[in-house]
């Protein structure tokens, strides 16, 4: 019989507004400790939750790193998620200029 390995995995959140890395360790945050962002996303056209995506880093054989990020794309209706950071305003309307 083959022995079972063990594999270490370490999760990290990443703010979808600021960039910054949270590390959890028990339970999951609801909000950026950096800039108060929430990290639960949700589309204003088809009024679903947008579930997190993730990737993975293998620094070693038994180690995993899988950072999440929230979507910034609603999955069902493709309807942009962008969230504004707070006293910041998105100008990139061609007609106002």
Known sequence: MTEKRKIELRVDLQCGTCGALTHTADGEP??????????????????KKAPMFFEEYWPGEDECVRTYSPAKRCPTCNAGLEVESRGTQKNDSPYEH
């Not at 609801?30 to 990290?39: D, P, V």
């Open 30 to 47: 609801r909000f950026c400790s950096c800039c108060g962002a929430g990290y639960g996303r949700y589309c204003m056209i088809c009024h």
